[in-house]
């Protein structure tokens, strides 16, 4: 029995439908420089919110009305839900899912019994993405939600709390692999600290840094070959994670010889918790080389948590997507919705234009990025900027032909650098309003 039986494929009936159940922008098959939406987008939904969210908060119970879950705990009632998973995905038209092991499966009272359930369920997950061709974006592990992780995982004191979040890693990556998991996400729930007073900051982060390893080990170990990804994000649950933003994290790669093994997984509310924009992250991370998918969400500027909201503004999908146009596009990563519906929003159906405003608010910005790219107005504006970098003083100091002598010789008898030009910064948000 489908859930939403009233509910077909969504279908693209372009900007001047009045229909809320139909898309206005996003057209899987159309092409944007050659290559369909459906690919430049790889869409992702995350099971986590979509199918576990409840609309608690920390004030109140669940809202969120969801007739084919019972409610219980039981690996029957994971499995219908797994069912009605599908369904939603496969009538939204995206191509990707992601989810962390206790999403899916219920927790057992042993280990021997979670790895059981999680197995019972993954069959259906098998069976059902052979349905429907949908592909796994990313597995995961969730290693902060039981109380066992209440010190962090792989940065416990407690060193068999570090050995069973091994085992639920290595399980993880097992069924990751065994579904056909383009990826594999690292958030460190609780991998920071509350109290620094009793907390060793360096061994907590040589765990950290020695658990991966042992993941990057173990999946060649079993011939995994997915993407490894990282996901910053500067606090809450704990008051200071490990993983803060982007350049924590690649210097933590970096440090402990990860670099080659580890992309990052950038979310949008979690980078403006960290006090930066979307944008400022991605073209961080790309220009560094390590910019690999994206949980597609935001926050909400009036409010300090992460409220994990679908994102709706243009402005941001379009800065979002002209960095991934320039760095050459988001595969093996893809769009992944980490967002939940508001708690107001209970009913099933707002799960539905929950997704269809993210997918068109995507496609609004991969098309005005498209075209401020292919314009080429902005990059000439940038070319010019930096032209005196493209003298012979300039290639010379780039190839690290020139010292401090050597440069202080040529200003003695220049006398003085020569005259700056604007940054026109007005002109040139004026220029990308044009495109909008
Ligand atoms: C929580 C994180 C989480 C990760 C996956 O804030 O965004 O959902 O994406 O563990
Ligand atoms: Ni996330
Ligand atoms: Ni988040």
Avoid at 23 to 50: A, C, P, Q
Avoid at 72 to 91: H, L, M, P, Y
Avoid at 363 to 372: S, Y
């Amino acid at each position: 029995m489908p859930a939403f039986p009233e509910i077909d494929k969504i279908p693209f009936e372009g900007p001047s439908s009045k229909n809320p159940l139909a898309f206005k922008y996003y057209d899987e098959n159309e092409l944007v420089d050659g290559i369909s939406m459906k690919d430049h987008l790889r869409f992702s939904v995350v099971y986590w919110h979509t199918m576990r969210g409840s609309g608690a908060d920390p004030f109140g119970p669940g809202t969120a009305l969801r007739p084919w879950d019972d409610g219980s705990e039981s690996v029957e009632n994971a499995q219908n839900r797994a069912r009605v998973a599908f369904e939603i995905t496969e009538k939204l038209r995206a191509p990707y899912y992601a989810f962390h092991d206790r999403d899916v499966a219920p927790e057992g009272a042993t280990l021997v019994e979670s790895h059981a359930n999680l197995d019972a369920v993954v069959k259906v997950l098998k069976e059902e993405q052979q349905r429907t061709g949908i592909k796994l974006l990313w597995g995961t592990a969730n290693l902060f939600s039981h109380p066992r992780y209440m010190h962090g995982a792989a940065t416990s004191p407690n060193v068999e709390v570090f050995a069973m979040a091994a085992s639920q890693v290595k399980k993880a990556l097992e069924v990751t692999f065994e579904l056909g998991g383009e990826g594999y996400v690292f958030w460190g729930g609780r991998e920071g600290y509350q109290c620094l007073w009793n907390t060793d900051m360096k061994r907590e982060q040589d765990h950290l840094a020695r658990f991966i390893h042992m993941a990057v080990d173990y999946a060649k170990e079993i011939g995994f070959t997915g993407q490894f990804y990282f996901e910053p994000k500067p606090k809450e649950p704990t008051k200071h994670q490990y993983d803060f933003d982007a350049a924590a994290c690649i210097n933590f790669l970096r440090t402990y010889d990860l670099a080659d093994h580890v992309k990052l997984n950038l979310e949008t509310n979690h980078a403006t918790l960290a006090g930066h924009t979307m944008q400022h992250e991605m073209e961080f991370a790309a220009s560094q080389g390590f910019l690999g998918s994206i949980d597609a969400n935001t926050g909400d500027l009036l409010l300090g948590w992460d409220t994990d909201q679908f994102p709706t503004d243009i402005y941001l999908t379009t800065q979002m997507m002209y960095v991934i146009l320039k760095y050459g596009g988001l595969a093996p990563g893809g769009l992944n919705f980490d967002a939940k519906v508001r708690r107001e929003s209970f009913e099933p159906i707002d799960l539905f234009h929950a997704h269809i405003g993210g997918m068109d608010a995507f496609a609004r910005g991969l098309k005005i990025a498209a075209a401020i790219l292919a314009d080429g107005e902005l990059q000439k504006i940038i070319d010019a900027r930096y032209a005196s970098w493209g003298s012979d003083l300039g290639a010379q100091i780039e190839a690290g032909e020139h010292g401090f002598a050597s440069l202080e010789a040529l200003m003695l008898e220049k006398g003085d650098a020569a005259p700056n030009q604007s940054g026109r910064q007005e002109m040139i948000e004026n220029l990308i309003n044009t495109y909008l």
